[in-house]
């Protein structure tokens, strides 16, 4: 079964807007990276958070982890036509330690108007 | 440096046949994964390899098979192709585990099975 879920499935906003995306996930996790994956291309990494770290900075990229909520946020700041992309959730189960699994959520998929 | 590498990057099959799909990474990395990507569904892990010579099953592992006879290289094998596998096939490769850092993705692999 999928490990992370995201909302919203779908967003659509102005350039210059920000953009939230949420994971919520299922069991307690090791790290939550998030990835992105502009379409018909493979997944990049973004970013990573660490099970005890609660908020990460990557230049326009913003995380925030709640371990007792089991969630996550990404928030894209003065989004680009550019940041037009599906991006995804990952976590990394403390069940799956040592193996190097990742499970993914279903994605959202955020179009920017220019 | 090429990071992952797979091959082919189209294939379309007819039922019952058989395929191999190649990922080779030149990043020297320990970890490999297959991953496979259905609309609306994310990626599922279909098989992992967490060093040379050694292959675990993921979520989805029927109708699959993979070997890591060589450390950069990780073939995921379809013995007898079914309509249900059309999908988009990723592999990655990460340098210990996700612990670590990230996963590096292929481009993908588009199979249509008829």
């Known amino acids: 079964s999928q490990q992370g879920e995201e909302d919203p499935q779908a967003l659509s906003i102005q350039e210059g807007e920000n953009a939230t995306m949420n994971c919520s996930y299922k069991?307690?996790?090791?790290?939550l990276q998030w990835y992105r994956q502009n379409s018909g291309r493979g997944l990049v990494h973004l970013i990573l958070?660490?099970?005890?770290?609660r908020e990460k900075h990557s230049g326009r990229l913003r995380v925030t982890l709640d371990t007792s909520k089991k969630s996550s946020s990404l928030l894209i700041t003065a989004s680009r036509a550019a940041d037009t992309a599906s991006y995804f959730c990952?976590?990394?189960?403390?069940?799956?330690?040592?193996?190097?699994?990742?499970?993914f959520g279903q994605g959202t998929t955020l179009q920017v108007k220019p | 440096n090429a990071g992952v590498t797979q091959t082919p990057k189209f294939r379309v099959l007819k039922t019952g046949q058989s395929m191999t799909l190649l990922c080779a990474q030149d990043m020297n990395h320990e970890y490999m994964y297959w991953y496979r990507q259905d609309p609306g569904m994310g990626l599922r892990l279909i098989h992992y390899s967490v060093g040379e010579g050694t292959t675990a099953k993921g979520e989805v592992p029927d109708g699959y098979n993979v070997s890591r006879l060589k450390k950069q290289n990780f073939l995921l094998g379809l013995e007898s192709a079914a309509p249900s596998q059309t999908s988009v096939y990723f592999c990655a490769s990460s340098f210990q585990g996700p612990d670590t850092g990230e996963l590096f993705f292929g481009e993908g692999s588009r199979l249509t099975v008829l």
């Open positions: 990952a976590t990394d189960s403390v069940l799956s330690s040592n193996t190097g699994k990742l499970i």
């Open positions: 069991t307690s996790i090791n790290n």
């Open positions: 958070i660490r099970s005890n770290e």
